[in-house]
C-alpha cells in the first residue's frame, strides 16, 4: 500500500492573489486573475515539504492536501 | 444479472396506450388516456407499489441489475448513490430534485404533470430502502401551478394510501446552479440555494448534517416501475450497456416540439422525427442543454448513448435536443448563451466568477465581428481553464459549449475573422435564452 497526496483547492473560500503558487510554482500556476491553476494534483514525494509549506501559508485555509490511500 | 432472482417479480404488466409510441413507460398513461394521472388511474395501471417483503430482491440489486443511470444529467449509476447513503450510519434523508435548470428541458415538469406518483412513489420507495423518513421535493418556485398539482396529489395519498415516509414539498429560487445537489441541500437547510462544493458530499452528511440522497424526478420515476417489473423488464428496453427509456425535450425547428420517451440507443434523427420532422434543412441540434455541446447535422444517426456520443464530446445530458436551421449563426446563439451562463454564476469560486463573463465577452466580440488578433486564442487559454475549477460544474458545462461551437461553427469564426458578421448573425436569434441577467435572490 502506498500512500499518494492530492492537492486540492477549495474554490469557494480561496480569495486569489496566489501566495500558494509562489511556494509551490512547480505544481501551481495562476489564471490572468491570479486564481490557482493545478498542473498536477499529485504531489511527489520530492515535493511534500514545499506542498505542506503552501498549504499552512494560505492565509483562508483554501489550500489542502488530501491523503488518498492506493 | 441473476434473471432467476429477476423472474421473481412481477411479470410485465404495462402496456403502451393505443397510438402512443411503443417505448413509453413512463409517459404510457399519457399516452393511453391523454390525461394526468389521479392515484386511482395510477394505481390501476400500475398496481400498488411492493413493499418489499414479497421475497423480491431488495430494491438496491434490482436497480444495480436493471443497470438504471440518473437522467439528471450526469448520468451516474443510481444504485451506487443508493448503496452509498444506505451504507452510512444514522437516519438519511430523500431529496427529489425536480429543479430543471436547463430552460430548453421541460421533461420533470411534464412528467410530474401526467404522472405524480410514478415519481412520488419511487421517491417513497427510494427512502424506505436507505431507511430514510423524510422525502423532500425541491420544486422550482417559479412554477406555480405545478407546485399546487403536486400538492395535490401529496394530499391525496395522505387521505387514501398513507405513505411510510413524510412527504414535504419546497419550492426554490429557479436559477441555473440552484439544481446542483448542494444546492438544494444548502437551501433545505436554511441557507442559499448555491453550490457548497465539497467534500463532505451529500451522501456522506447533506440536509441536517444527515446522509443525503438526492436523484433527479424522472431517475426516480424509473426507480419504481423497476420496483414493480424487476431488472430483466427494465432492460427490454435500450442498449446492454445502457438500458432502458430516458425522456427528451425536443424543441427548435421541428413541427411538433414535445417531451418524448425514447429507448436509450434511438439514433437522433428518428427522436427529431418522434417530434415531427426538421422544419426546415438542420444546421446542427443543441445536444443535454446549455452545459452541453452542438452537434453538426452530420452526426443525426448517432445513437442516443453515453458511448455513441462520448466520441464526438457529446453526452445526452439532461435529455435537451434543440434543432436549428441552416440559417443559423452559431457564433451568436452561443454567445447569447454563455452571456446566459455567466449571469448566473453563484459568484462563488473566482475562476467562474471571473472566467465566465470574459469567455462570454470574447464569443459576443467574435460573434458581432469586434474581434481583435489575439481573440481566437485568448477565448480557447481562457475556455481552456475552466474546467475542474469551480465548487461546481457549472464554469465545466459553459467551457464544453464554447468549444463545440467553436468546432461545430469552424466556417462561422472564419468567416466572422475575416469578413465579420455573417448574414445570418443579422437575423432574430432563434434561441429562446432567458435575460442575461443575475438571479434576484437564491434563498
Ligand atoms: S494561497 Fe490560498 S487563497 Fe491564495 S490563491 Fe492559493 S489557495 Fe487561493
Ligand atoms: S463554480 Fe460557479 S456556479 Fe459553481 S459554485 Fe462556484 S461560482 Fe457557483
Known amino acids: 500500500m502506498s500512500r499518494t497526496r492530492t492537492l486540492r483547492v477549495d474554490r469557494i473560500a480561496c480569495t486569489g492573489q496566489g501566495l500558494c503558487a509562489e511556494l509551490l510554482p512547480e505544481l501551481i500556476d495562476l489564471d490572468e486573475w491570479g ?25 483562508v485555509l483554501a489550500l489542502h492536501t488530501d491523503d488518498d490511500r492506493t | 444479472m441473476n434473471s432467476s432472482a429477476a423472474a421473481r417479480f412481477t ?16 409517459l404510457a398513461g399519457w399516452y393511453a388516456t391523454g390525461r394526468p394521472a389521479g392515484l386511482t388511474d395510477h394505481l390501476r395501471r400500475y398496481g400498488p407499489p ?7 430482491l431488495p430494491l438496491v440489486d434490482a436497480v444495480a441489475a436493471a443497470g438504471l443511470t440518473g437522467r439528471g444529467g ?3 449509476p443510481t444504485a451506487r448513490k443508493l448503496g452509498a447513503v444506505a451504507a452510512r450510519r444514522g437516519r438519511c434523508t430523500v431529496v427529489v430534485n425536480a429543479m430543471e435548470s436547463e430552460p430548453p428541458s421541460r421533461k420533470d415538469q411534464f412528467l410530474i404533470a401526467v404522472a405524480p406518483h410514478l415519481v412520488l412513489d419511487g421517491a417513497v420507495l427510494a427512502a424506505t430502502a436507505v431507511g430514510a423518513d423524510t422525502v423532500h421535493v425541491c420544486l422550482p418556485r417559479d412554477r406555480a401551478a405545478q407546485y399546487r398539482r403536486l400538492s395535490a396529489a401529496v394530499e391525496e395519498r395522505r387521505r387514501c394510501r398513507p405513505d411510510p415516509v413524510r412527504l414535504r414539498l419546497h419550492a426554490l429560487p429557479h436559477t441555473y446552479v440552484s439544481s446542483e445537489a448542494t444546492s438544494l441541500v444548502r437551501w433545505l437547510d436554511g441557507g442559499p440555494a448555491r453550490p457548497r462544493g465539497g467534500p463532505p458530499r451529500a451522501h456522506e452528511r447533506g440536509v441536517g448534517r444527515r446522509p443525503t440522497l438526492v436523484h433527479n424526478a424522472e431517475t426516480l420515476a ?188 469552424a466556417d462561422d469564426v472564419d468567416h466572422h475573422l475575416a469578413h465579420g458578421p455573417c448574414p445570418a448573425a443579422r437575423q432574430p436569434p432563434q434561441l429562446p435564452v432567458p435575460p442575461a441577467t443575475a438571479p434576484e435572490t437564491w434563498r
Do not use: M, N
Open chain 2, 222 to 409: 424509473h426507480l419504481a416501475l423497476i420496483a414493480r417489473y424487476g431488472p430483466a423488464w427494465f432492460r427490454q428496453a435500450g442498449t446492454p450497456d445502457e438500458p432502458g427509456t430516458l425522456l427528451v425535450t425536443v424543441s427548435g425547428a421541428v413541427r411538433a416540439p414535445a417531451v418524448l420517451e425514447v429507448a436509450l440507443g434511438t439514433p437522433l434523427a428518428t427522436v427529431l422525427d418522434q417530434a415531427g420532422g426538421a422544419t426546415q434543412p438542420l444546421r446542427a441540434v443543441l445536444l443535454g442543454g446549455f452545459a452541453g455541446t452542438w452537434l453538426p447535422a452530420r452526426h443525426l444517426r448517432t445513437p442516443l448513448t453515453r458511448h455513441d456520443l462520448a466520441p464526438l464530446g457529446a453526452a445526452p445530458g439532461a435529455g435537451v435536443l434543440v434543432a436549428v436551421s441552416e440559417a443559423l449563426c452559431g457564433l451568436t446563439e452561443t454567445a447569447r448563451i454563455l452571456a446566459y451562463l455567466a449571469a448566473h454564476s453563484a459568484r462563488q469560486c473566482g475562476p467562474c466568477r471571473l472566467g465566465l463573463p470574459a469567455v462570454a465577452e470574447d464569443f459576443t466580440a467574435l460573434a458581432t465581428g469586434r474581434a481583435d488578433a489575439a481573440l481566437l486564442s485568448r477565448l480557447r487559454r481562457r475556455a481552456g481553464l475552466l474546467p475542474d475549477r469551480g465548487a461546481c460544474r457549472h464554469p465545466d458545462g459553459a467551457a464544453r459549449l464554447a468549444a463545440s461551437a467553436l468546432q461545430a461553427f
Open chain 2, 50 to 56: 411492493p413493499t418489499g417483503d414479497r421475497g423480491s
Open chain 1, 35 to 59: 486564481y490557482p491553476v493545478l498542473k498536477d494534483t499529485t504531489v511527489p514525494d520530492r515535493l511534500r515539504a514545499h506542498a505542506r509549506r503552501a498549504v499552512a501559508a494560505c492565509p
Open chain 2, 74 to 76: 450526469a448520468g451516474f
Open chain 2, 11 to 26: 411479470p410485465h404488466r404495462l402496456s403502451p396506450g393505443p397510438g402512443g409510441p411503443a417505448a413509453a413507460r413512463l
